[in-house]
């Protein structure tokens, strides 16, 4: 059973920048695409962005483009999430997650992930 534990969130003012952390707890091989999704009180769970098993494909939401970066590195089993320029309507519970199966184009939906991290709480201050 493969074990996610994400990390990195905190409290930043509008503008400002965080980094996020994700480890699993076995080999790669384990899993394929990586990614990461947002929940804000009294919303869905909502997909943030994907890259696949090589890194070499990465889908994001709209909302995030241009100032969000997902990177991968396997050699440690880990993926992250560059955040830049944070807004407010950025503040949510951020949750890491896996999946088993390989896809040709990476999944944006909830239930094609079989594994999740605990989540990281990411508050920003207008």
């Known amino acids: 059973q493969v074990q996610l534990v994400d990390s990195g969130g905190g409290l930043v003012q509008a503008g400002g920048s965080l980094r996020l952390s994700c480890a699993a707890s076995?080999?790669?091989?384990?899993?394929?695409?990586m990614g990461w999704f947002r929940q804000a009180p009294g919303k869905e769970r909502q997909f943030v962005a994907v890259?696949?098993?090589?890194?070499?494909?990465?889908y994001y939401d709209d909302s995030v483009k241009g100032r969000f970066t997902i990177s991968r590195d396997n050699a440690k089993t880990a993926v992250y999430l560059q955040m830049n320029g944070l807004k407010p309507e950025d503040a949510a519970i951020y949750y890491c997650?896996?999946?088993?199966?390989?896809?040709?184009?990476?999944?944006?939906?909830?239930?094609?992930?079989?594994?999740w991290g605990q989540g990281t709480q990411v508050t920003v201050s207008s």
């Open positions: 997650a896996a999946s088993r199966f390989y896809r040709t184009t990476p999944s944006k939906q909830v239930r094609d992930y079989a594994y």
């Open positions: 890259t696949n098993w090589s890194g070499g494909t990465s």
């Open positions: 076995e080999r790669t091989f384990s899993v394929d695409d």
